[in-house]
Nanobody, 128 residues
Framework: QVQLVESGGGLVQAGDSLTLSCTGS????????TGWFRQAPGRGREFVAA?????????YVDSSVKGRFTISRDNAENTVYLQMNRLTPDDTALYYC????????????????????WGQGTQVTVSS
């Protein structure tokens, strides 16, 4: 059984930092691109960032997070991280990690449909 478990969320003030973790089990975690998505109240689930199985190639949704968020992975620990700096209230959301449907994928999929296993989410709340 494949499981993804997120942790690291919390309540912080604007300008603070948080690091989210996503630990996987149940299949060869290191073979799959892993992405982070977020869902704010009243909004759909949106792609934030992804890191390829090789730990080298990364992709960020746009300038709203690029430069502030950094995705990384430790395949020996089956864990992907999302370092989030200079947080703003607009970053408030439930953050999910998910793994790509395809092993050893050579391109990024930014749609939720491209990911088959999901964690339960970790809440990030940023106060102004």
């Amino acid at each position: 059984q494949v499981q993804l478990v997120e942790s690291g969320g919390g309540l912080v003030q604007a300008g603070d930092s948080l690091t989210l973790s996503c630990t996987g089990s149940g299949r060869t975690f290191s073979a799959y691109t892993t992405g982070w998505f977020r869902q704010a109240p009243g909004r759909g689930r949106e792609f934030v960032a992804a890191i390829m199985w090789n730990g080298i190639n990364t992709y960020y949704v746009d300038s709203s997070v690029k430069g502030r968020f950094t995705i990384s992975r430790d395949n020996a620990e089956n864990t992907v991280y999302l370092q989030m700096n200079r947080l703003t209230p607009d970053d408030t959301a439930l953050y999910y990690c998910a793994t790509d449907r395809r092993a050893y994928s050579s391109y990024f999929d930014i749609s939720a449909a491209g990911y088959d296993y999901w964690g339960q989410g970790t809440q990030v709340t940023v106060s102004s």
